[in-house]
């Protein structure tokens, strides 16, 4: 299963990132019982890095990805399930 997305220029900054990726994982992890999810990054995006760990990624290692410069990042399920457990409810 794979999944990509991007956000216009314009619209950076405004959430709309790290929403859409939190749903993504709510999917992967409670509908389809997924072990772990990956991220890959472009090295040089520092904002979706930010937005990787705000999620409670862990960064893994540097790798290429069709020859560009990537971070890959991890969350396993245990460790998503523990924060939506930890959360305060809204």
């Known amino acids: 299963m794979e999944l990509a ?30 072990d772990n999810i990956v991220l890959l990054v472009d090295a040089a995006n520092t904002p979706s890095r930010r937005v990787a760990e705000k999620l409670g ?4 290692r540097n790798t290429l990805w069709k020859s560009v410069p990537a971070m890959l990042y991890r969350l396993k399920r245990r460790e998503f399930s523990a924060q939506v457990e930890s959360a305060p409810a809204p």
């Open 57 to 60: 990624f862990d960064f893994e």
């Open 5 to 34: 997305s991007a956000v216009a220029h314009q619209y950076w900054g405004m959430g709309f990132a790290t929403e859409t990726a939190s749903a993504a994982l709510v999917i992967g992890f409670q509908a389809h019982w997924l």
